[in-house]
């Protein structure tokens, strides 16, 4: 069972497996209630909002379908700061990782209760938050996705798959209805296009569920390892999971709206209320006279979030396997595999967070805009580990499956934006995320000073930036106005997103120049046993 067996992990993962991976992470409970969260936030400027999530991750997308096909590993999050910057940075950020993902299945379990609190009374109260009955449902939520994940790869992949095809034709069937159906035009100009202005574009992006959707691409980054042909499959799975992603959910926000009953906002975007809110696809095909549709809408209330829920357990047991496997946290005892191949270890430990998670952040919207900023904040370091590793291992030197073009320029927009959505997620996410942060670095750092390698050798010239980015975005999100990040006002909007601009910029420019600088002792740290996914070119 353990790795000193000869276990290893299956590379059984083709295109569509892959492919359907991330597309079984991006569509899951989002698309089920984070256009109505959007609407109630941003009004018909939701539409937006959608639009700015998407590109904004397509952008992240670009960058990690370059790293994952030069460095295809499972857990490969974690894996490609400590090529670039070392262990200390790499450690923390496996951290803030773990955080992201183990996180999205108690979400997608919740989803799946709230839905089901239209025909099953007790599960949630009127707030949406959950009940006692509600906490144990989501609990054997949990562990019936603990249990697929025994599974090999393969057949987890096989499974999702599946469940993908039904997750599309859903939503795809159910914006075809409403705007045949049930389309009320008026509805994009009733209160104004965006009645909230920006701040309420830029809040919904972060908080209403949308970047939470579409950072379902990282799925096929963390089952590099596990895929029979990386230079091919990854990129076309990373950038199209994304780019189908977009489309959808921007019809699903655009026939939303557009079915709502007049009356239904009358009060305004923020006091949006119909019969059925809480399932509010299913709520408004009952309404528009689509009962047939509503009985699918609650099937898929189940199979959507279920599946993503399934998909997510299989990454953060990978993510837990990686900071074994890598020497970073847990040694051998993350990196333990099952006779099948599979994390066993991290699949037990992914359940067991999950249901902590599910303490202090009982209702769905609440834990989506902490996995938002979380993800966020570690996917969006990619960016700097890209620009690195250009700069220590050259593109013309050293080439790459797959090579970025305009590289530098995409990746350096994708981390100011990343910064961006940290920033809107708001000061109470982003206290609770930096204080998570800061206590786990101390305890870290205490353990190694005293049982471990010792503070002088645990990678400093890679990991200290991150004390100042950590920190001006926290202090940033403070200052900032109270309509968008619930700040103290100290800053306006526009002098808070220039002085965000121009910290990005500094941040970038001193974390690329703090990067491992030999080359060898990178590829050596990080594809000891793998040479041959990185030779020099000839």
């Known amino acids: 069972m353990a790795e000193g067996t000869g276990i290893k992990l299956k590379r059984d993962a083709g295109i569509i497996g892959l492919l359907f991976a991330s597309l079984g992470g991006i569509i899951g409970s989002g698309w089920l209630l984070g256009p109505l969260t959007a609407a109630k936030i941003a009004g018909p400027s939701a539409i937006i909002a959608w639009l ?139 209160h104004g296009f965006a009645p909230a202005g920006a701040s309420g574009v830029f809040s919904a992006v972060a908080t209403s569920g949308i970047v939470f959707s579409y950072l379902g691409f990282r799925q096929a980054v963390e089952l590099a390892g596990e895929s029979s042909n990386p230079k091919r499959n990854l990129p076309i799975a990373i950038i199209g999971s994304v780019s189908i992603g977009l489309v959808v959910y921007v019809g699903l926000q655009i026939s939303f709206i557009g079915a709502l009953n007049p009356s239904d906002i009358a009060k305004g975007w923020a006091n949006v209320n119909f019969k059925g809110a809480f399932g509010p696809f299913a709520g408004l095909a009952s309404l528009i006279g689509m009962g047939w549709l509503a009985v699918l809408l609650y099937i898929d209330a189940f199979v959507s979030p279920t599946g993503t829920g399934i998909i997510y357990f299989t990454t953060t047991s990978r993510v837990l396997y990686a900071t074994g496997k890598e020497g970073l946290i847990g040694g051998n005892f993350f990196a333990k595999l099952s006779v099948a191949g599979v994390p066993l270890v991290g699949v037990l430990v992914t359940f067991l967070v999950g249901l902590l998670f599910l303490v202090p952040f009982p209702s769905w919207q609440g834990i989506v805009t902490f996995i938002s ?76 000073a005293i049982a471990g390698v010792g503070i002088a050798n645990l990678h400093w010239r890679g990991a200290w930036w991150l004390a100042p980015y950590f920190f001006g975005l926290w202090l940033l999100t403070y200052l900032g106005p109270k309509a968008l990040t619930g700040g103290t006002n100290t800053l306006g909007e526009l002098t808070d997103s220039i002085i965000l601009v121009i910290f990005s910029i500094i941040i970038l420019f001193v974390a690329i120049n703090s990067g491992v600088p030999d080359p060898e002792e990178a590829k050596a740290t990080i594809l000891a046993g793998e040479p041959e996914l990185f030779m020099p070119a000839e």
Do not use: C, Q
């Open 373 to 448: 900023s979380a993800t966020v904040l570690s996917y969006g370091t990619g960016p700097v580990v890209m620009m690195t590793l250009r700069k220590t291992l050259p593109p013309d030197r050293y080439k790459r499956p797959y090579l970025l073009a305009g590289g530098n320029l995409i990746a350096s927009v994708a981390f100011i934006i990343s910064n961006f959505i940290i920033f809107w997620s708001g000061a109470a996410t982003d206290d609770f995320l930096f204080e998570l942060i800061l206590g786990f670095t101390v305890i870290y750092v205490a353990y190694e």
């Open 52 to 190: 700015i999530g998407g590109v904004a991750v397509l952008l992240l997308s670009f960058v990690y379908a370059e790293l994952a096909t030069a460095f295809p590993r499972a857990g490969a999050v974690i894996a490609f700061p400590k090529l670039s910057h070392g262990n200390l940075m790499a450690t923390v950020l496996s951290f803030v990782v773990f955080l992201g993902y183990a996180s999205v299945a108690p979400a997608e379990a919740s989803a799946v209760i709230t839905y089901a609190s239209n025909y099953i009374t007790g599960l949630v109260d009127k707030g949406g938050v959950l009940t006692t009955l509600g906490f144990i449902v989501s609990a054997a939520l949990l562990a019936v996705f603990a249990v697929v994940n025994m599974l090999a790869i393969k057949t987890v992949l096989a499974i999702n798959s599946t469940l993908t095809w039904w997750k599309i034709a859903i939503p795809v069937l159910t914006i075809i209805v409403f705007l045949l159906f049930g389309f009320h035009a008026s509805n994009f100009s009733s």
